[in-house]
């Protein structure tokens, strides 16, 4: 059977159009430094190497984003560790944890607990804390761990002190009006309110977890996705592991710093660049590695609290063939 020019062009036209829609990877992003690897590895053309189209999708929190990942209107996002995932999963969540995303490491560690400016020469211990009022961003934020961790470390539980919850942004003007004495915080706002002097650092989460650190928060496929697509899922954890390693070296070894800077200025929440000179920017682990452990801690630590009715097997949320494929590709990061 004898096929027309024009048939032969419109079947390769058909076919180019539907690899290319293959390749459009839809990414839900927070505009905050744990999503550098992605921003890097669109502006240095990694993914493009790799024949895949990322498509950003704003979202102001990861919350928001895990609806639409669950569905596949989205295909990858970050998010932090927390009581809403674990119950997620403990109701068959669609979605596979992939690789990692941030941690907290001696050296780089952007969670921290914040004294009340006039209170640092009286708390001096974690007994001191006793009582008092300390802000975290939201319920079941994992920035509940940090405190509870920090007040274990002496003996102490939650009970031991009133946790009261506000956006970041808020903690300025409670620190200043003496309604809190205390607040778990992020970089900018660490960094911000130090300078401004209405509260100081008093623990760094590296501080208060040791060993290979806290496991803050890790990088989500839509599982179907995955399945249905896994040499896009491969391909885009190659790109997003060459962007990794870019962001660690612009902070460990000061490698195209103004580069790496200029990058996160443009896709982040911080425009001032200034700051990325005084701020921790966060782990990011160059060979993608799940800490499993930490992530079973957690999971311990909120269902003590009653938080998580049904625990789940932490090994078979984690999927991590893609991690191990990309790795393969590009060596291991030393």
Do not use: C
């Amino acid at each position: 059977m004898r096929i027309s020019a024009m048939s032969l062009v419109l079947v390769l036209f058909a076919f180019a159009a539907s690899a290319t829609a293959q390749d459009v990877v839809k990414v839900g992003h927070l505009g905050i430094a744990a999503d550098t690897p992605v921003y890097i590895a669109i502006e240095k053309g990694y993914f493009k190497e790799r024949q895949i189209e990322v498509k950003l999708e704003p979202f102001a929190s990861a919350v928001p984003a895990m609806a639409p990942l669950a569905s596949g209107e989205i295909q990858v996002v970050g998010g932090g560790i927390g009581p809403p995932l674990f119950n997620a999963y403990a109701r068959a969540f669609p979605v596979r944890v992939v690789g990692h995303r941030t941690r907290n490491v001696p050296g780089n560690s952007g969670d921290v607990l914040l004294v009340r400016s006039d209170l640092k020469e009286q708390i001096r211990r974690v007994a001191d804390l006793k009582g008092r009022k300390i802000a975290i961003n939201a319920p079941g934020s994992p920035l509940t761990y940090l405190v509870g961790k920090l007040m274990e470390s002496e003996g102490l539980t939650l009970k031991d002190v009133e946790l009261v919850y506000m956006p970041w942004p808020d903690m300025a003007p409670a620190f200043t009006n003496k309604a809190i004495d205390a607040g778990t915080t992020v970089d900018p706002f660490t960094t911000l309110y130090d300078q401004k002097g209405v509260a100081s650092i008093w623990k760094r989460a590296s501080d208060v977890i040791k060993g290979p650190g806290w496991e803050i928060a890790v990088l989500f496929y839509n599982d179907d996705w995955a399945k249905k697509n896994p040499r896009v899922a491969n391909e885009f954890m190659v790109a997003y592991l060459k962007g990794s390693r870019d962001m660690m070296d612009a902070w460990n070894r000061r490698k195209n710093r103004d580069e790496v800077v200029d990058i996160m200025v443009k896709h982040t929440r911080v425009k001032d660049k200034a700051l990325y000179d005084k701020m921790h920017w966060g782990y990011v682990d160059p060979n993608g590695a799940i800490l499993k452990d930490s992530i079973r801690d957690q999971q311990d630590f909120f269902a003590q609290l009653g938080q998580i009715p049904k625990k789940v097997d932490i090994d078979a949320i984690i999927d991590e063939r893609y991690v191990k494929y990309a790795v393969g590709q590009l060596g291991v990061y030393k």
